[in-house]
């Protein structure tokens, strides 16, 4: 069963740029038919998706956070990462990464990471 | 973009039926999915293409998805079942996962 781990650092200072990697283990991201993304959850609120890499390299972002966000695959680490950049006290979440498959059902969740964004 | 409602609380006592429901446009020609999620956890797969259980969810979780209304059904609450439930859809026009606002589901 596959298993997927965040890392980061857990503060980030206002207007800089947060980057954080998710681990895949226990299945290859190359050449399975399925999308890997980033979902963000605000202290005390709901789950906010913010965008998703296909395998094949298509990418779809959420509107109201495209301008800031850019996913990528590292096929040799068996990684992808979230990179969102201008961040603001906003954007201070818990980060889960996750895994869709065609069926966008998310059946593979990180246990998340909080990020705080800090001036 | 697509919006999908859904209440922010739900309160029902051990052994009754819990319905949470998600609304949206024609969200009956789309497939939902469900997910439960407890404090301080990841989020987990309770019911996806509208009515399936993934293996290990209990048979009193169920949905349905019809016109403008998806329901997950809980048959015989129990005190564990206590957490927050979101249903999901993916907007095809748009390209996006969508979740809806969550619903806090508390056992009296």
């Known amino acids: 069963q596959v298993q997927l781990q965040e890392s980061g650092p857990g503060v980030v200072k206002t207007s800089e740029t947060l980057s954080l990697s998710c681990t895949v283990s226990?299945?290859?991201?190359?050449?399975?038919?399925?999308?890997w993304g980033w979902i963000r959850q605000p202290p005390g609120r709901g789950l906010d998706w913010i965008g998703s890499?296909?395998?094949?390299?298509?990418?779809y972002y959420n509107p109201s956070l495209k301008s800031r966000v850019t996913i990528s695959i590292d096929t040799s680490k068996n990684q992808f990462s979230l990179r969102l950049t201008s961040v603001t006290a906003a954007d201070t979440a818990v980060f889960y990464c996750a895994r869709h498959g065609g069926d966008h059902r998310i059946d593979s969740w990180g246990q998340g990471v909080l990020v705080t964004v800090s001036s | 973009s697509y919006v999908l409602t859904q209440p922010p609380s739900v309160s029902v006592t051990p052994g009754e039926t819990a319905t949470i429901t998600c609304e949206g446009s024609?969200?009956?020609?789309?497939?939902v999915q469900w997910y439960q999620q407890k404090p301080g956890q990841a989020p987990v797969l309770v019911i996806y293409?509208?009515?399936d259980r993934p293996s290990g969810i209990p048979e009193r979780f169920s949905g349905s998805n019809s016109g403008n209304t998806a329901t997950l059904t809980n048959s015989r609450v129990e005190a564990g079942d206590e957490a927050d439930y979101y249903c999901?859809?993916?907007?095809?026009?748009?390209?996006?996962?969508?979740f809806g606002g969550g619903t806090k589901l508390t056992v009296l």
């Open positions: 226990g299945g290859s991201i190359s050449g399975s038919p399925y999308y």
């Open positions: 890499m296909y395998y094949g390299g298509d990418t």
């Open positions: 293409y509208d009515t």
């Open positions: 024609n969200i009956g020609r789309k497939s």
């Open positions: 999901q859809v993916w907007d095809s026009s748009g390209a996006h996962v969508v």
